[in-house]
């Protein structure tokens, strides 16, 4: 597990999974887990319960000091983050703007 420095990521990775999140809400489609999500009877209580479960799951993993479940669970919590972004008519753009912003 990297603690920083040379590592190099991807980040259009969170880009490309926005699209398809974006993609699912646009295109409903049955077989897929975020269109089912997004389009739950529950609406965006569905996406919301599923954050706070992930949230729960991270925090879980690092008390442990497992590092590949706190890997995944991070995963998992972003993903759904992004879903309920998406649910909620929020631009993940304008998440990392106001990033941008604080990081100056």
């Known amino acids: 597990m990297s603690t920083g420095g040379n ?10 999974l926005w699209e398809v999140i ?3 809400a ?13 389009r739950d009877k529950k609406g965006i209580d569905k ?3 599923k954050v706070g479960e992930e949230a729960n799951e991270f925090i879980i993993a690092i008390k442990n000091g497992v590092p590949e ?3 995944e669970e991070t ?3 972003l993903f759904h ?15 990392i703007r106001e990033l941008e ?3 100056k």
């Open 69 to 71: 479940r706190t890997t």
């Open 75 to 77: 995963a998992d919590l």
């Open 22 to 24: 974006c993609e699912r």
């Open 7 to 16: 590592d190099a990521v991807d980040p259009r990775v969170i880009r490309e």
């Open 101 to 103: 912003r604080r990081r």
């Open 81 to 95: 983050i992004l879903v309920a972004l998406r649910a909620a008519n929020v631009d993940l753009k304008d998440v």
């Open 47 to 49: 996406v919301l319960e």
């Open 26 to 38: 646009a295109h409903p489609n049955e077989g897929s887990y975020t269109s089912r999500l997004l």
